[in-house]
């Protein structure tokens, strides 16, 4: 067969049939100006128009194609196109904005140098990670502009009842059974029921717990029905942790049972400890302090009372500093416990405990600025009527509404 020379686009080609010229058609990405792109054509080395192939058309070019860079320069959706390469070559490659590469989820794929002989061009980017819509707060950067989206501010509202305690109450008694402390012992259980009448009044969910030694002896220590059981056993809101507390050793005693005293605790709740006794501690009351704080997030605001000796002399062996620093660290009460009448002691210890119903914990955490509250239906005034502790979350009451007030806070809070 006689072969004939033809012109080509400026190119002498030998072939034994006469090809039409389009150079915009010659490549894998179908990069010319006059060209709507298009897909490899079977065994052919040429490209067939993405219209004809059935694909959509690529994005309008926005830049010059670089070659070598495995970047979609001109931003048609290829890489590298109309590049020359060695047949069974393959590189890393982007098809998505240069910006965006390794940043989030945004990842390199590979592309293949495809096609036959003088024809062989880049094939497609097959396996990059591009760009996605971003979903929010869920700690993963889906768009790549190397940052997860917070998600917008939620509403939430919660209601409470006045008078309701939104919070169990756990007070601990810890008392001195040493030798001189016979007459305050006797005190103790003769005015444990009307502290525990008392609160119950008040709606509180309480729990009682008593750290001393369980007997009819003088310096033991039975209480009587109906907060503790039938022969000084435990009752349903009383437990007693059955340990002779010395002179010095009230604050140490608390800690060797710490475990026995939070088995009747409740998760979350308010804890109180009353400690009575007519001498010093050993332990100093930083150390008691750090120790009670550790244990888990329900003493962020635990409260230590003291009923000791506030001076030294008269009735006392020694001033108890140790236990007034407690109390001074969480804002207890402080009683002289030679000058104690003890009817008057037990009501206002009952008083303080009461006022827990006053504190509303809330279940998420609002952000600052967005909390507001109203008492049946009035809007109650931050600082005036209301206050919000950020340590424990929770909304303190400090101008009461009346006796079963719905208490509605709402807030705005990140999901």
């Not at 989820?105 to 140098?113: F, M, V």
């Not at 503790?228 to 049972?257: E, M, V, W, Y």
């Not at 009035?378 to 209301?386: P, R, V």
């Amino acid at each position: 067969m006689r072969s004939n020379i033809y012109a080509i686009c400026g190119v002498f080609i030998l072939t034994s049939t006469l090809l039409a010229c389009n150079a915009a058609t010659i490549g894998s990405g179908g990069g010319g100006e006059n060209s709507d792109g298009g897909a490899m054509a079977p065994d052919s080395g040429f490209i067939t128009p993405r219209s004809e192939a059935g694909l959509p058309p690529s994005p309008p070019p926005t830049g010059k194609e670089q070659c070598g860079n495995g970047l979609d320069d001109d931003g048609d959706g290829d890489v590298d196109e109309q590049c020359a390469c060695s047949l069974g070559a393959s590189q890393d490659c982007f098809p998505g904005p240069a910006a965006k590469l390794n940043v989030g989820i945004c990842k390199p794929g590979k592309q293949q140098c495809v096609g036959a002989g003088e024809f062989s061009a880049w094939g497609s980017c097959e396996g990059a990670t591009l760009p996605a819509a971003e979903i929010c707060g869920d700690g993963i950067d889906q768009d790549c502009d190397g940052k997860d989206e917070p998600c917008p501010p939620q509403g939430h509202c919660e209601t409470f009842t006045f008078g309701l305690h939104s919070r169990p109450v756990d007070i601990v008694w810890i008392i001195d059974q040493s030798g001189s402390m016979s007459t305050e012992i006797a005190m103790v259980q003769a005015n444990m029921n009307a502290f525990a009448q008392f609160i119950s009044k008040q709606k509180v969910d309480y729990h009682v717990l008593l750290l001393a030694r369980r007997g009819t002896g003088t310096y033991d220590i039975c209480l009587p029905q109906p907060l503790a059981g039938p022969g000084c056993g435990d009752g349903q809101r009383f437990r007693q942790i059955n340990d002779r507390i010395r002179s010095h050793n009230s604050l140490t005693k608390a800690q060797q049972h710490i475990v026995q005293l939070e088995a009747f605790m409740r998760p979350g709740s308010i804890r109180h400890f009353v400690v009575v006794t007519d001498d010093e501690s050993s332990l100093n009351a930083n150390s008691f302090h750090t120790f009670i704080k550790a244990r888990s997030p329900d003493y962020a605001d635990y409260v230590f009372h003291s009923i000791v000796g506030l001076t030294n002399g008269g009735c006392v062996a020694n001033d108890g500093q140790q236990y007034i620093a407690l109390s001074n660290m969480t804002q207890g009460l402080k009683f002289h416990i030679c000058n104690a009448n003890w009817a008057q002691l037990f009501n206002a210890l009952g008083q303080n405990v009461a006022t827990a119903t006053t504190k509303m914990k809330l279940s998420k955490k609002p952000l600052a600025g967005t909390i507001e509250v109203w008492f049946d239906g009035f809007k109650a005034q931050e600082g005036t009527h209301w206050k919000y502790d950020t340590v424990v979350n929770q909304i303190v009451i400090m101008k009461y509404p009346q006796a079963g007030a719905k208490v509605k806070v709402c807030y705005k809070h990140q999901p």
